[in-house]
T-cell receptor
Framework: NAGVTQTPKFQVLKTGQSMTLQCAQD?????MYWYRQDPGMGLRLIYY???????DKGEVPNGYNVSRLNKREFSLRLESAAPSQTSVYFC?????????????FGQGTRLTVV | GIQVEQSPPDLILQEGANSTLRCNFS?????LQWFHQNPWGQLINLFY???GTKQNGRLSATTVATERYSLLYISSSQTTDSGVYFC????????????FGIGTKLQVIP
């Protein structure tokens, strides 16, 4: 089925551990995004990639790095996890142009850092 | 940046009732969307509506861009409408400039 696939769906990390969240879309979309969702705060943009080969910081980039591996894949890496990074992470993609006329979200990754 | 305010924060409806959710923006947006997050966490597009009115089944949305607000109407609510409704808005030319509200949590009870 076409869409945005995130892996893993759940993860528990110890403080200081590292991990990579994977995101892949098969809709040939140009732009991809990583958001985090925290209670009472809506979704906040971590990083985005307007097109293959480019990445830019969003609202809350500290503690994260990203890689746009190819047009399909956009990964988010936590180098040294902290309890403040406990959150639900969503990957999204849109076709192009920066207008969210057709935004698709993955099912989310629920991350707990202890 | 743009501030997005949604109201009410929580809403409980009896099945079959109608409701109106509101989204206010602190500045003009030309990129406005409504999403539904179901109880399993999946986010689904409902409407892209920078201005005017759109309808999709029991849902409709109206945006008055000059007054910087948007309304989402749910008629004859069903239990499957439960979840959190988000609006998000931004300005053209900026991939990153889409700001989400904190959502309206809707519970529809049988």
């Amino acid at each position: 089925n076409a869409g945005v696939t995130q892996t893993p769906k759940f993860q528990v990390l110890k403080t200081g551990q590292s991990m990579t969240l994977q995101c892949a879309q098969d809709m040939n979309h140009n732009s991809m995004y990583w958001y985090r969702q925290d209670p009472g705060m809506g979704l906040r943009l971590i990083y985005y990639s307007a097109s293959e080969g480019t990445t830019d910081k969003g609202e809350v980039p500290n503690g994260y790095n990203v890689s746009r591996l190819n047009k399909r894949e956009f990964s988010l890496r936590l180098e040294s996890a902290a309890p403040s990074q406990t959150s639900v992470y969503f990957c999204a993609s849109i076709p192009s142009g920066g207008l969210w006329t057709e935004a698709f979200f993955g099912q989310g990754t629920r991350l707990t850092v202890v | 940046g743009i501030q997005v305010e949604q109201s009410p924060p929580d809403l409980i409806l009896q099945e079959g009732a109608n409701s109106t959710l509101r989204c206010n923006f602190s500045d003009s947006v030309n990129n406005l969307q409504w999403f539904h997050q179901n109880p399993w966490g999946q986010l689904i597009n409902l409407f892209y509506i920078p201005s005017g009115t759109k309808q999709n089944g029991r849902l409709s949305a109206t945006t008055v861009a000059t007054e910087r607000y948007s309304l989402l109407y749910i008629s004859s609510s069903q239990t499957t409408d439960s979840g959190v409704y988000f609006c998000a808005g931004g300005t053209s030319g900026g991939y990153q400039k889409v700001t989400f509200g904190i959502g309206t949590k809707l519970q529809v009870i049988p």
